[in-house]
C-alpha cells in the first residue's frame, strides 16, 4: 500500500558521536599511543627495568618525571613501554575477533539453517560467560601466560561480533536490494560480500573499536590480578596493582597507568562510535 | 500462553540446564587435568611428597578408579556441595566458600542497586534532555564510564575518597551491620560505574526510539497526563529491551566484583578465586567455578521468565 | 481567505513550521491558512513533502523537539501555537483530536485495547463496572461488537479492527475537531472503504468537525465538503469539493487530476507532471509549482503568489489564473475522454504458463497455503494483471516466476522450462530464465543498494548477463537513456535520487538482462501519483519500442485498467475471476471482484453513502 513517507522528525538518536574538535582530538590522542606503541622503547628516557634502588618510592623530580616504583624503577618510562602490550594482544584480539565474527556472521545470517542453529548455539553459550572468569580459570589451571589469554580472548569475543553481524545480515538480507540481486542472477557469493557486507561493515568496524577497547580492559584486568603479563614487565595493569599500596606515598606512579587504561578505552570507544555514524552518513543508508 | 505453554517452556529450559551444568561440571572436573603435571602433583602443590600422602590422596580423589569413574564419585560429592579441602589451608573447600559469599553477595546486591537506580534513572533523564547540556555530560561520563575497569575506578575512588578526603576506609569488609556497608559503598561504587554505564547507554537509546514511536506521540494526542505517557508508554515498553541486556551485565558484575575485591583487599568469593587460582588451589577453583557457573545459569533463567511476563507479544505469539 | 464566520471552530492563519538546527533553519510549511467550521469535514490533499503532516501535528502540539511552529490557530477563542504544555493537554483530546496513519503503530503493543480507551475517557471516578461498559459503548460506536477485543492486545487484531480501536481511543474524549491524517492510507481497499465509511458516519452523528489529510483526491471529493490542496508545504487551492473535481484553478490540482488514472475507463495516455516535488525551503521566494508548470513565466518566479479568493470560497495561489483559466479548463474536459477500445486476443506464444499451482509455506509445524491451485498464463508481449489484497497471494505468484521462491505443487513452465525448484536447475536453464523473467521491486528506496552506485549496480546487472560485454560503460548509459535518465546519473548512490529516479533506476536493472516479460510487484504503489503517472507511461512505452510483456501485480484496479490488457483477481490464494480487462472490470461477476470494483474510491459523496 501507498505509504506517505513525509518527514516528521529529522532526529536520529542511538549513538551520540563526537564531532569536529572532538574527533580530531581523539584521532590525536590515538596516534599517539599508536605512536608510542610502536615505538616506546626508543622514546623511553630511561631502562625500564633498570632498579634504582637507592632511589626507591621517590615523588616526581626533573630524573624521574612520574617518581620510582617499589624497586626504583622509573614510572615514567614504563607507562610509554606498557603502551606496547596494552596495545598489541587488544590489536590482535580486534583483528582476530573481527575476522572470525564477519564470516560466522555473514554466513549464518545469510544461509540460516543448520549453520546458523550451531553457530548460535555457541554464541548463546559464550555470551553470558564471563570473560574473565574464564581466564582466571584458566590461568589457575594451567599457568599464567599473556598470549593464552590473548588467544582466549579472540574465541570469547568472536561471539560477541558474530552476534551483532548476523543480526544486521538478517537485517539486510529480505531487503529488496538482496533479492532484487538474486532476481538478476547475481551469485551467493557476490552477495554476500559485495552486496551485503559493505552494508554490514559500518557496523563491524565500530564494533571492533569496541572489541579493542574491551579486551584492553580485560588483560589490564588480568594483570592487575596477576595472572596475566609476567613479573616485572611493564604493562599498564600489572604496573597499576604492584603500585597500589603507594597510594599514599606516590599517587602519580599509581594514576599513570590507570589514566592510560581509561584514556586509551575511551579514545577506542570515541573513535568506534564515530565510524559507524559517519560511514552510515556517508552511504545514506536508511 | 496458558500453563501448559508455560510447562512446556520452562522444562525445555530446565532440560537444556541440566545438559549445561553436566557439560560445565565435567570441564570443571577436567581442570585436574589439564594442569601440567599428574593429578597428585597438582593436589600436592608443592607439599612434600611422601608414600604417605600421595596414598592419602588416591584414596581421597579415588584417583585409582578410571577417570570417569572419578569423575561420577566427584559429582556426587559436588551435589553435596562436597569439593574437598583447600589445598592452602586443608579446610573444606565449602566452609571457606561459605564464610566469603555473604560479603560478595551484599557487595553485587548493593551494586546492583545504585547500577539501576543510576543508570536507569540517567538514562531516562538523558533522553528526555536529548541533546541539550545534561545529555551531553551524562552521555560524556558515559563513554568514560565504559571504558573505565572497575579496579581503576577503584584506585581513583581510593585516592579521592581514601587518601585526599579521608572519608571512607581504604580496605576490609566492616564489622557487620552500618560499618560493612560504610566499608563496602567505595567498591560498590567502583563496581556499579561500569554497569551503570552501559545500562545507561541502553536505557538512553530505547527511551529515545520509544519517544520517536507512534503510540507515544498518539497517546499525548489524546491529551494523557505527561506522567501516564511516561510510565504506562515510554517506561513500559523501553525496559523490556533493557531487560534482554541483564545476562551480560550480571557478568559485568561478577568480573567487577572479583576486581573490586583485589583492589579493596575484600574477602569475598572473588578473591578466593584470585587467590586459589595463583596457588592452583584446584579443588578451591571448582567449587567456585561450579558456584558461580550455577548462579550465572540461574539468573540466565529467570531473565529468560521475567522478559516473557514483561513482552505480551512474546508470551501471545502463538495465540 | 473569508474570514471564516462566526461559526468557525479552528482557524489558522501564515502557518509556518521551521526545522531547526543550531543557528541555521530550513522551512517546512511555508505559510498555511485554513479554516474549519464546526460540523464540516475538511481535506487536506498533497504529495509527500507537502507538509501535511507536519499541520497535523502543529495543530495539536505534537512537533518534534527540533521543529518550530509560527502563526496564529485560534481555537475555542485561544491561539495554540503559543500555548505551554500543560495547557495543550487541555486541548488535545478533548479539543483536538488526532488519529495516525499507521494502525500497527499508533497502539503500544504492550496494552489491552480495553485499557487504551479506557484511559483515554474523560477524567474522573468510575468503578470497574461502568467503565467497562462506557469501553464497550464505545466500542459499538466504531463498529465493534465483540465484547473480548477489549481484552486482547492490538497485535492480535487485524489493520482495520487496529485502526478501530485507535479511533475509539481519540473520540474517547468527545472532541469538537477530529484530524485524521491518512487513516486509511496503510490498509487494504475493502478495509478503506470501511474506515472511510464508518469516519463519515461518526462525523455525522456527533456533529464533529473533521480535518480529513490525504493523498488521494478522490478520496477527499468522496469525504470532505471542502478541500484544501498542499503543494511544497503551502496551500496552492481551496474550494468546494465539487467545484474542484468539475474545474481546477491551479496548474498543481489539474496535473493531481490528470495523473490519477481513473478506474472506469482507459485514457489514451496519462497526462504527467514533469520533474519530482521540490523542498519547501527552495521554493521560498517564488511559486511553489513553477518549475514544473507549462505555463509559468516570470511573475511566477519573480515572488511568492498570495493565495487569493476568485469567488465565494474558492481560493488559488496561481498567480495567471485570469490569463489560463480557459485552458485548465479545456484540458480538464480532454481527461475525460475514453481511449478507443484496444482490439487484443491472447494469440502470442506463452512464456509463463502456471498450472494448478500450489505453494504452502512452513514445514512440519503451522502451514500456511499462500497459492491453492492458481492457473495463470502470461505471453509473449501481452500485459497481464494480477489484482488482490494483500494476502490473496499475487506477491507469492511474482517470486514463483523470479525464483524467489519455489513451487510446492503443480506445474510451472516458462519459456518451456519446468521450473519446479528453483535451486535444482542447471545452469544454462537458469541463464536463459534469468533473461526470460525480471522483476521490479514495489519500494524504490530499499530495492537498490545504498552502498553502491547507481552504475556499479547496472553494470553488475550488465556483465552478469553479458561477462563479455565490450563497452559495459556505454551499455549502462544506453539502459539509462532507456529510462528517461541521464548518462551522469551513473556516479550517483541511490541516496541522493527521489523515489520516481530510483525506480526507473530498478527498471534499467531488469532490463539489463533483456527479459521478455517484466514482472512489476506493485511497483508504482510506493510513489507519488505525478509520478506514478510517469512511470505507468514509461512502462508503456517499453512496451511498445521493445515488445516486452508485463505481469502487473497490483492491489490498484485503475493502473490496471490502463495498463493490462487481460486480468487474474486473485484472491486468499485463489483465482477467483479471469479475463479480458474491460470485460471483467464493466460486468465483475465474481462477488469478490464486485466489492473490489465497489472499494475503489470514486470522488463523489454516494461512494461512502454520504
Known amino acids: ?286 | 500462553m496458558d500453563w501448559k505453554d508455560w510447562a512446556t517452556f520452562v522444562s525445555k529450559r530446565l532440560a537444556a540446564l541440566v545438559v549445561l551444568f553436566v557439560v560445565l561440571s565435567f570441564v570443571t572436573f577436567a581442570l585436574m587435568y589439564v594442569s601440567p603435571g599428574t593429578v597428585v602433583d597438582v593436589l600436592l602443590a608443592g607439599r612434600p611428597r611422601s608414600a604417605a600422602t600421595v596414598h592419602a590422596l588416591n584414596v581421597e580423589y579415588h584417583l585409582d578408579k578410571p577417570f570417569m569413574v572419578q569423575y561420577w564419585m566427584w559429582v556426587r560429592d559436588a551435589l553435596r556441595f562436597n569439593f574437598g579441602s583447600s589445598i592452602q589451608t586443608t579446610l573444606p573447600v565449602t566452609d571457606e566458600i561459605k564464610a566469603r559469599l555473604p560479603t560478595s553477595l551484599l557487595l553485587g546486591v548493593y551494586a546492583y542497586v545504585l547500577t539501576m537506580v543510576s543508570g536507569i534513572g540517567l538514562g531516562v533523564l538523558a533522553a528526555f534532555r536529548n541533546k541539550r547540556a545534561v545529555d551531553r555530560v551524562v552521555v560524556a561520563g558515559t563513554v568514560v564510564g565504559l571504558s573505565m575497569p572497575s579496579f581503576v575506578a577503584g584506585v581513583f575512588l581510593l585516592f579521592v575518597f581514601a587518601v585526599q578526603l579521608p572519608w571512607f576506609p581504604a580496605f576490609g569488609k566492616g564489622d557487620g551491620g552500618l560499618d560493612t556497608l560504610w566499608h563496602l559503598t567505595l567498591p560498590a561504587v567502583a563496581l556499579a560505574m561500569t554497569s551503570a554505564a552501559y545500562v545507561l547507554k541502553h536505557t538512553r537509546a530505547a527511551v529515545l526510539g520509544v519517544l520517536q514511536q507512534d503510540y507515544v506521540v498518539f497517546a499525548r494526542a489524546r491529551g494523557l497526563s505527561n506522567g501516564r505517557v511516561i510510565r504506562v508508554y515510554v517506561l513500559r515498553n523501553a525496559l523490556i529491551p533493557i531487560l534482554t541486556i541483564s545476562g551480560v551485565l550480571f557478568s559485568y558484575l561478577i568480573v567487577g566484583g572479583v576486581l573490586v575485591e583485589m583492589t579493596f583487599s575484600i574477602q569475598g568469593i572473588g578473591q578466593l578465586l584470585v587467590q586459589s587460582a595463583t596457588a592452583k588451589d584446584l579443588p578451591m577453583l571448582q567449587g567456585v567455578v561450579l558456584l558461580v557457573s550455577a548462579v550465572i545459569i540461574l539468573v540466565n533463567l529467570l531473565t529468560d521468565v521475567v522478559y516473557l511476563i514483561a513482552d505480551p507479544r512474546l508470551r501471545l505469539k502463538h495465540g | 481567505m473569508a474570514a471564516g464566520g462566526l461559526d468557525a471552530v479552528l482557524t489558522v492563519r501564515d502557518l509556518r513550521v521551521a526545522h531547526i538546527d543550531g543557528p541555521s533553519s530550513r522551512t517546512l510549511v511555508a505559510g498555511i491558512d485554513l479554516t474549519v467550521r464546526a460540523g464540516e469535514t475538511v481535506g487536506i490533499v498533497g504529495e509527500s513533502g507537502s507538509g501535511k503532516s507536519l499541520t497535523a501535528r502543529a495543530l495539536t502540539g505534537l512537533l518534534a523537539s527540533n521543529l518550530s511552529a509560527t502563526g496564529q490557530a485560534v481555537f475555542e477563542g485561544r491561539d495554540l501555537l503559543s500555548l505551554s504544555e500543560r495547557e495543550w493537554r487541555t486541548v488535545r483530546g478533548r479539543g483536538i483530536g488526532l488519529v495516525l496513519q499507521d494502525p500497527f503503530t499508533m497502539l503500544s503493543p504492550t496494552m489491552r485495547c480495553g485499557d487504551i480507551i479506557a484511559e483515554s475517557l474523560p477524567p474522573g471516578r468510575r468503578s470497574t463496572r461502568t467503565r467497562r461498559a462506557e469501553v464497550l459503548r464505545r466500542l459499538v460506536e466504531v463498529g465493534i461488537e465483540d465484547e473480548s477485543v477489549m481484552d486482547r492486545y492490538t497485535f492480535q487484531l487485524s489493520g482495520g479492527m487496529r485502526q478501530r480501536v485507535g479511533i475509539a481511543a481519540a473520540l474517547a474524549r468527545n472532541p469538537s475537531v477530529l484530524i485524521a491524517d491518512e487513516p486509511s492510507t496503510a490498509l487494504d481497499v475493502t478495509t478503506q472503504k470501511e474506515i472511510l465509511e464508518l469516519m463519515t458516519r461518526i462525523q455525522a452523528d456527533r456533529g464533529m468537525a473533521l480535518i480529513l489529510i490525504t493523498h488521494d483526491l478522490r478520496v477527499a471529493f468522496a469525504m470532505c465538503d471542502r478541500v484544501h490542496v498542499f503543494y511544497a508545504g503551502s496551500v496552492v487551492e481551496v474550494g468546494e469539493s465539487k467545484e474542484l473535481d468539475a474545474l481546477p484553478l491551479h496548474p498543481y490540482t489539474l496535473g493531481l487530476l490528470q495523473s490519477e488514472p481513473p478506474v472506469d475507463h482507459r485514457v489514451a495516455k496519462l497526462v504527467t507532471i514533469p520533474g519530482a516535488v521540490p523542498r519547501p525551503d527552495d521554493v521560498v521566494d517564488r511559486c511553489s509549482f513553477a518549475a514544473r508548470c507549462q505555463w509559468s513565466s516570470e511573475v511566477c518566479t519573480s515572488a511568492a503568489p498570495p493565495i487569493r479568493e476568485i469567488s465565494a470560497g474558492r481560493l488559488t495561489a496561481c498567480a495567471r489564473i485570469d490569463e489560463i483559466e480557459d485552458e485548465l479548463r479545456e484540458a480538464r474536459q480532454l481527461v475525460s475522454v475514453p481511449a478507443s477500445k484496444r482490439g487484443f486476443e491472447r494469440a502470442g506464444t506463452t512464456i509463463i504458463s502456471a498450472q494448478a499451482v500450489s505453494k504452502v509455506f512452513g514445514g512440519s509445524g503451522q502451514k500456511v497455503v499462500a497459492l491453492d491451485s492458481v492457473s495463470i498464463d502470461v505471453g509473449e508481449g501481452e500485459s497481464v494483471g494480477l489484482v488482490g489484497e494483500s494476502g490473496s497471494g499475487k506477491t507469492t505468484f511474482a517470486r514463483l516466476t523470479v525464483g524467489l521462491e519455489s513451487i510446492t505443487g503443480g506445474h510451472l513452465l516458462i519459456d518451456g522450462i519446468d521450473v519446479r525448484d528453483w535451486r535444482a536447475l542447471k545452469r544454462a536453464d537458469l541463464r536463459r530464465l534469468r533473461q526470460t523473467v525480471q522483476m521490479v521491486f514495489q519500494d524504490p528506496y530499499s530495492s537498490l543498494n545504498p552502498a553502491r552506485s547507481v552504475g556499479w549496480t547496472l553494470a553488475e546487472a550488465v556483465t552478469t548477463h553479458a561477462p563479455d560485454t565490450r563497452s559495459v560503460e556505454r551499455r549502462v548509459g544506453e539502459l539509462l537513456a532507456s529510462v528517461g535518465l541521464s548518462p551522469d546519473d551513473a556516479q550517483r548512490r541511490p541516496a541522493v535520487l527521489s523515489g520516481g529516479m530510483r525506480q526507473r533506476v530498478a527498471i534499467a536493472r531488469a532490463l539489463a538482462a533483456k527479459p521478455r516479460i517484466l514482472v512489476c510487484d506493485e511497483a508504482v504503489s510506493a510513489l507519488d501519483v505525478s509520478v506514478q503517472a510517469q512511470i505507468l507511461n514509461l512502462l508503456t512505452s517499453l512496451r511498445d519500442d521493445q515488445g516486452i510483456g508485463y505481469l502487473f501485480v497490483t492491489h490498484d484496479l485503475s493502473i490496471v485498467r490502463q495498463v493490462t490488457d487481460f486480468i487474474y483477481v486473485m484472491s486468499r490464494g485463489r483465482v477467483v475471476e479471469s479475463g479480458m480487462t474491460d470485460d471483467v472490470l464493466n460486468a465483475p461477476q465474481d462477488p469478490y471482484t464486485i466489492k473490489l470494483m465497489e472499494s475503489m474510491p470514486r470522488p463523489d459523496g454516494a461512494w461512502l453513502g454520504r
Not at chain 1, 570473560?131 to 589451571?141: E, K, P, S, W, Y
Open chain 1, 1 to 286: 500500500m501507498a505509504r506517505q513517507t513525509e518527514i516528521v522528525s529529522t532526529r536520529k538518536p542511538r549513538r551520540y558521536a563526537p564531532r569536529g574538535l572532538a574527533i580530531g582530538f581523539c584521532f590525536v590522542v590515538a596516534g599517539g599511543i599508536l605512536f608510542l606503541a610502536i615505538f616506546g622503547p626508543l622514546l623511553a628516557p630511561q631502562d625500564p627495568n633498570a632498579q634504582h634502588l637507592q632511589d626507591v618510592l621517590a615523588g616526581p623530580s626533573s630524573q624521574h618525571w612520574l617518581g620510582t616504583d617499589s624497586l626504583g624503577r622509573d614510572v615514567f618510562s614504563r607507562t610509554i613501554v606498557g603502551a606496547q602490550l596494552g596495545v598489541l594482544g587488544p590489536l590482535v584480539i580486534a583483528v582476530g575477533s573481527f575476522a572470525i565474527g564477519n564470516l560466522l556472521g555473514l554466513w549464518a545470517g545469510y544461509r540460516r539453517g543448520w549453520v546458523d542453529s550451531l553457530v548460535m548455539r555457541w554464541v548463546d553459550l559464550m555470551w553470558s560467560v564471563p570473560t574473565l572468569l574464564v581466564l582466571v580459570v584458566a590461568a589457575g589451571a594451567v599457568g599464567a601466560s599473556y598470549w593464552l589469554a590473548v588467544g582466549l580472548l579472540v574465541i570469547l569475543s568472536a561471539p560477541f561480533d558474530t552476534r551483532i553481524i548476523r543480526g544486521v545480515v538478517m537485517e539486510q538480507v529480505p531487503r529488496p536490494y538482496v533479492e532484487a540481486a538474486r532476481t538478476v542472477g547475481v551469485s551467493g557469493r557476490r552477495i554476500v560480500f559485495l552486496h551485503i557486507w559493505p552494508n554490514v561493515a559500518p557496523v563491524a568496524i565500530a564494533n571492533s573499536f569496541l572489541v579493542f577497547a574491551s579486551s584492553l580492559v580485560a588483560l589490564a584486568g588480568l594483570s592487575f590480578l596477576g595472572l596475566g603479563a609476567p613479573p616485572g614487565t611493564p604493562d599498564w595493569g600489572l604496573m597499576l596493582s604492584e603500585s597500589q599500596a603507594m597510594l599514599f606515598v606516590n599517587p602519580v606512579a599509581t594514576l599513570a597507568p590507570a589514566l592510560m587504561i581509561v584514556v586509551t578505552a575511551t579514545v577506542a570507544n570515541l573513535i568506534g562510535d564515530w565510524f559507524d555514524e559517519y560511514l552510515t552518513s556517508r552511504m545514506g543508508a536508511t
